[in-house]
């Protein structure tokens, strides 16, 4: 009897679930489906500043398409691979990143959701930054932070780095959805709503 499991093995590396922030930023196994170019054509419209949802099914590969962007955008040795490759598949997206990009350097912030506060999670997520000094005073002395000061801040510290601009990775982000519902008093899906437009302007 014809079985797939005896003609069809999958490696080890495509066997597991990926971390944005654990995992290696590196273009070696990532394969660019066509999603990943719907995605990279939206995010590469000239001065497009939004809040990208990128929706799918579990395993059909959105955190590894959010390490692969984060990747694009540090612009080191792997970027290069990953360069190398998007040209060689579509001429036309890599013409449009490297416009996306030219002079520009981004501030990559990477959050995974879980059952807890968003609030928590994004503090801990700025305090991996020690560039964002004046945002990183303001959270630490005060507990219960607003989050549109947080990033009047966050504003502040772009202007006086080397960095024009910030892209935030949130993984997982159903579960801070799930605890800001289950939890209204903390205020978190207004929050969320709050860094949405700051995004958007």
Do not use: P, W
Not at 155 to 179: A, C, P
């Amino acid at each position: 009897m014809f079985t797939y499991k005896n003609k069809i093995t999958l490696k080890n590396r495509f066997n597991k679930s990926t971390n944005i922030i654990y995992d290696k930023e590196d273009c070696k196994d990532y394969i660019i489906t066509q999603s990943t170019k719907d995605t990279l054509y939206t995010l590469f419209k000239l001065n497009y500043h939004n809040s990208i949802a990128v929706i799918g099914a579990f395993g059909c590969g959105k955190s590894s398409l959010l390490l692969y962007i984060n990747t694009l955008l540090e612009k080191n040795e792997h970027s290069q691979d990953c360069l190398t490759q998007l040209r060689d598949i579509d001429k036309e997206l890599f013409d449009m990143y490297k416009e996306f990009t030219k002079d520009r350097e981004f501030i990559r912030i990477k959050i995974i959701g879980e059952h807890i506060s968003f609030k928590s999670q994004f503090k801990h997520s700025i305090y991996e930054h020690k560039y964002l000094k004046r945002t990183i005073k303001y959270l630490k002395e005060n507990e219960q932070y607003v989050m549109s000061k947080a990033l009047s801040y966050m504003d502040k510290d772009l202007e006086k780095s080397k960095y024009s601009d910030i892209i935030f990775s949130i993984d997982e982000f159903g579960k801070f959805i799930e605890f800001g519902l289950d939890n209204i008093h903390t205020n978190d899906i207004f929050d969320l709503q709050t860094l949405a437009e700051y995004i958007n302007k």
